[in-house]
């Protein structure tokens, strides 16, 4: 058996993955890159870039649906799906295969496409798609394998046609309705968009408020916008059952306050959270455990308990956003290649869940900050007071802004409206330079934006 010696293997190509083999390669290592499926992760393939390319079309559809608000003569027939996904996976190619080009362009960095799994504590083996395998021994290992859609069980699911996250992008008729099993960022992004494509949109949720994380009054607000938009949401409502026949389509049995009811769609979307890629992996082979829900623990150097074997992005766990994994890439590098001293600890970790309008998010919500112990003031104002919302008629939604009370420093905001993540990112860059809100309120902004609203903003703390 050939064993080919390396100084680090990175498995799995996503947005942490291939920036810190690269990084590697070029520092004089020599590098594999695993990687069983596509190039670019799950950002480039089924998360970010088509999603959101696709929600740019529903947000034209919604706006042609409007045009009449703006005094213009347009009539929205229909949407072809067949052109929405082609759009989406042009963008989705040409931003895979530029990756895929840098990769081969390093020198010393190989790209190796199967399947990896530790045979050994320092030794993978990668089966390719032919059927052939390589084994790879190395000092550095990196496992960036992140994520895939959860199906939750005990409904009889793995009976029926359920669409997830990736495959509900590939359908080439559009729902006539849509139910979607969970109210988190997932749900709410393709409800909306399906909505506004024309379906019927049903979302399921057995919390007490969509997304679980946030403050009550801030979900309450996505849930007013959705519903404007003629979506139905059914709140601590628990799926049963699920039952499929090509003729009636979907049944699925939901409980609600204790009262069973039968929901009819066409199509289910399963939106109930992701579960770590570590099944396959063979991690007892390095002595290293999960926790109970798969995923790896590591410290905030994301080091594993085994020396030498680091996990990023998802499949560690915490916050699931490309962002934060391309954030790892750079703690990993600094402290591989520079012997710095780089961790987690402190990291601010911004958000935006790209419905219309946006939600912007970034530090602590009102909740955690009391819970924290923190005296705060909190600023709040709708977006009907802004006045680049008002030009625009894009109205709904509200600013807030979670500040201590003792120092003065911006502990958290969230921004539901037109642009929230663009909004959100003025309040990251004061929170990272240390700003008292005075600095904002204050802040002499150009008019009309929508930054200039923050004016307004913290100055509602002071009234």
Known sequence: MEMIKLDAV????????????????????????????????????????????????????HLVQRAKDYGVNATFNSVDLEVVRKRKQDIVESFRSGSRKGILSTDGLSLIEGFGRFTGEKTVEVTMSEGLSTHLQADTFIINTGTSPAVPSGLGLDQVPALNSTTIMEIDQLPKHLIIIGGGYVGLEFGQMFKRFG???????????LLSREDKDVADEMAKVLKGEGIDILLNTQPVKVVYTPEAGFQITVNTDGQDKILAGSHLLLAAGHLPNTAGLNLEATGLSVDKKGFIPVNDRLETAVEGIYAIGDVKGGPAFTHISYDDYRILSKNLLEQGSAS??????????????????VGLTEQEARSLGYKIKVGKIPMNWVARALETDETRGFMKAVVDAETGQILGAAILGIEGGEVMAVLQVAMLGKLPYTAIRDGVFAHPTLAESLNNLFMALDS
């Open 10 to 61: 990175v498995i799995g190509s996503g947005q942490g993955g291939t920036p810190l083999a690269k990084a590697l390669a070029g520092a004089g290592w020599k590098v594999a890159l695993v990687e069983h499926q596509y190039v670019g992760g799950s950002c480039v393939n089924t998360g970010c870039t088509p999603t959101k390319t696709m929600i740019a079309s529903a947000r034209v559809a």
């Open 199 to 209: 379906s019927k949109v049903t979302i399921v949720h057995r919390g007490k408020q």
């Open 344 to 361: 987690t600890e402190g990291r601010v970790v911004p958000y935006v869940v790209f419905t219309d309008p946006q939600l912007g998010r």
